[in-house]
């Protein structure tokens, strides 16, 4: 209940969910993307070009040692700087404007409408907040991918350079907003997979293998199926949006300058859009999901929040 007496979700849990409750949900946004994206930097650049290029790179390994023979170590750490600040501030409009929306639909369903039809409330605020999401992420994901997927010496690699130089060739490249279509067609529905099957298998858990009130659980044990629920949520999540995925990679290569999005998947094929690094995608975006789902609700612990989801 709110202070008015109306039943108000900002106020239906444990913890009230006002300015400083959403904030605090923006920079544990901020930590969940932008730290776990920028770790995987090497395995990002083997699966980009590998999408790219699948007769050259063949599998992960093979990518990275080929990666490091041609350009050193340094190559395979390509994209580094926009990763970190593009995902960091996709993660604090994803997660901070996923609690806003999740509160504001809920808020307009009431609160019998709102428990009953909760998975139509998770998917709406998930898809909401990804709008946004994207198109701040946008021109460093653009930026990102030129750098990974440019032959070596024909792009520059520090990321001020290569800002620079997207900017200047926008004409070619559609920067900064070129890709946003197919960035909301794969960050869209991956968001969407990722919170909802996060939300639900958190509860799923909690009804059905720790039975007990989610309250005395330990800190550990609640870490626990945050992590877990949200490593199964990523491999869903890598399934649903791989072939948006490959189109992003494929908009980098020179040769497709100028091509419509149709043009190009035609081009490569659905089948090879769907399969080409998926092993890879899967693996790595499992383990990115968990990860911030881990991290997200550990710092929402640490501020008194508790953890995400439940019953």
Same mark, same amino acid.
């Not at 960091?88 to 404007?97: A, D, H, N, T, V």
């Not at 990321?159 to 197919?182: C, H, I, N, Q, Y």
């Not at 072939?243 to 999005?261: C, I, T």
């Given at each position: 209940?709110?202070?008015?007496?109306?039943?108000?979700?900002?106020?239906?849990?444990?913890?009230?969910?006002? %300015?400083?409750?959403?904030?605090?949900?923006?920079?544990?946004?901020?930590?969940?993307?932008?730290?776990?994206? %920028?770790?995987?930097? !090497? +395995?990002?650049?083997?699966?980009?070009?590998?999408?790219?290029? !699948?007769?050259?790179?063949?599998?992960?390994? #093979?990518?990275?040692? +080929?990666?490091? %023979?041609?350009?050193?170590?340094?190559?395979?750490?390509?994209?580094?700087?926009?990763? +970190?600040?593009?995902?960091?501030? @996709?993660?604090?409009?994803?997660? *901070?404007?996923?609690?806003?929306?999740?509160?504001?639909?809920?808020?307009?369903?009431?609160?019998?409408?709102? @428990? /009953?039809?909760?998975?139509?409330?998770?998917?709406?605020?998930?898809?909401s907040a990804e709008v946004f999401a994207d198109i701040a992420l946008c021109p460093l994901e653009m930026t990102k991918v030129k750098i990974q997927t440019s032959p070596s010496g024909t792009f520059p690699i520090p990321f001020g350079a290569a800002l620079k130089e997207m900017s200047r060739t926008k004409a070619d490249t559609r920067f900064p907003f070129g890709s946003l279509v197919p960035l909301w067609s794969r960050q869209i529905p991956y968001t969407m997979a990722k919170f909802f099957f996060f939300e639900k298998i958190v509860q799923l858990f909690?009804?059905?293998?720790?039975?007990?009130?989610?309250?005395?659980?330990? #800190?550990?044990?609640?870490?626990?199926?945050?992590?877990?629920?949200?490593?199964?949520?990523?491999?869903?999540?890598?399934?649903?949006?791989? !072939?948006?995925?490959?189109?992003?990679? @494929?908009?980098? /290569? !020179?040769?497709?300058?100028?091509?419509?999005? *149709?043009?190009? %998947?035609?081009?490569?094929?659905?089948?090879?859009?769907?399969?080409?690094?998926?092993?890879?995608?899967?693996?790595?975006?499992?383990?990115?999901?968990?990860?911030?789902?881990?991290?997200?609700?550990?710092?929402?612990?640490?501020?008194?929040?508790?953890?995400?989801? *439940?019953?």
């Amino acid at each position: 209940m709110s202070f008015t007496g109306k039943w108000d979700s900002r106020f239906a849990g444990p913890v009230p969910h006002d %300015a400083s409750y959403y904030a605090k949900c923006m920079l544990g946004g901020v930590l969940a993307c932008g730290v776990t994206h %920028a770790g995987i930097t !090497p +395995l990002d650049v083997a699966k980009c070009n590998m999408q790219v290029n !699948p007769t050259k790179y063949t599998g992960t390994v #093979q990518s990275l040692k +080929l990666l490091v %023979a041609e350009e050193g170590t340094k190559g395979i750490w390509k994209g580094f700087g926009p990763t +970190l600040v593009g995902y960091s501030l @996709q993660g604090m409009f994803k997660y *901070g404007l996923y609690e806003i929306f999740k509160d504001y639909y809920s808020n307009l369903a009431g609160e019998e409408a709102s @428990q /009953k039809y909760k998975p139509a409330i998770w998917l709406a605020g998930s898809a909401s907040a990804e709008v946004f999401a994207d198109i701040a992420l946008c021109p460093l994901e653009m930026t990102k991918v030129k750098i990974q997927t440019s032959p070596s010496g024909t792009f520059p690699i520090p990321f001020g350079a290569a800002l620079k130089e997207m900017s200047r060739t926008k004409a070619d490249t559609r920067f900064p907003f070129g890709s946003l279509v197919p960035l909301w067609s794969r960050q869209i529905p991956y968001t969407m997979a990722k919170f909802f099957f996060f939300e639900k298998i958190v509860q799923l858990f909690y009804t059905h293998v720790f039975t007990e009130p989610k309250e005395t659980y330990g #800190q550990a044990t609640q870490l626990g199926i945050t992590f877990t629920s949200g490593y199964l949520a990523g491999v869903v999540c890598a399934i649903v949006s791989h !072939p948006a995925d490959s189109l992003v990679s @494929q908009l980098g /290569k !020179p040769e497709n300058k100028g091509k419509s999005f *149709g043009a190009i %998947a035609n081009e490569v094929g659905f089948v090879n859009l769907c399969t080409k690094g998926l092993g890879t995608r899967v693996i790595m975006i499992g383990t990115l999901t968990g990860f911030q789902w881990w991290i997200y609700d550990t710092f929402k612990t640490t501020m008194g929040m508790g953890t995400t989801g *439940g019953k």
